[in-house]
């Protein structure tokens, strides 16, 4: 079954410090891969994607991703994180010719000051 | 660049109401994709157009919901009756291709 696992529903980190979200993904086809973040009462921006190349990934907002096939992850990085990053972020995994994507269920981001 | 635009932003309703939500995709967008977003379930892909042709349908929940694309910048999605259980927050996307799914503010449904 094709689907996507995010595995931390909320996590709270130091404005400053370094920051990792998990994505895990099960799929049949080759995939592409996706980020986006959520703030309140907003809709889904795009930070980054992956459809081929160079594995590691890089966004905006100071986001970078990295896909590692053996692992069927595609985890989110800051090196550090800014009070403004508290939203939640969304992995997605669609292919080439489905244009449906699956998204995770989120993981919220608190940063304290 | 305008990005998708939709309208309301919220809507209230009284059971039993029709309602009608709005999207105007990106210009030169050729597929439209239209979600619904709650706690429970998440982000539940309900329906997508290519080229105003509605592709896969297979997430509506039911036949009170309809969704049409008239033409290349504009999509409907209708409920009628709505009901409580509707009450969410109804996204539209558009993509070039297939490509790179952009979305819009969404629309904040409540059915009272």
Known sequence: AQSVTQPDIHITVS????????????????????WYVQSPGQG?????????????????????????????????????????DAAEYFCAVGSSGTYKYIFGTGTRLKVLA | ????????????????????????PIS???????????????????IYFNNNVPIDDSGMPEDRFSAKMPNASFS???IQPSEPRDSAVYFCASSLAGDTQYFGPGTRLTVL
């Open chain 1, 44 to 84: 889904l921006q795009l930070l980054l994607k992956y459809f081929s190349g160079d594995t590691l990934v890089q966004g905006i907002k100071g986001f970078e991703a990295e896909f590692k096939r053996s692992q069927s992850s595609f985890n989110l990085r800051k090196p550090s994180v800014h009070w403004s």
């Open chain 2, 28 to 46: 030169g967008h050729d597929y439209l994709f239209w979600y619904r977003q709650t706690m429970m379930r998440g982000l539940e892909l309900l």
């Open chain 2, 76 to 78: 409907t999605l209708k």
């Open chain 1, 15 to 34: 404005e400053g410090a370094s920051l990792e979200l998990r994505c895990n993904y099960s799929y049949g086809a080759t995939p592409y891969l996706f």
């Open chain 2, 1 to 24: 660049d305008a990005g998708v635009i939709q309208s309301p932003r919220h809507e209230v309703t009284e059971m039993g109401q029709e309602v009608t939500l709005r999207c105007k």
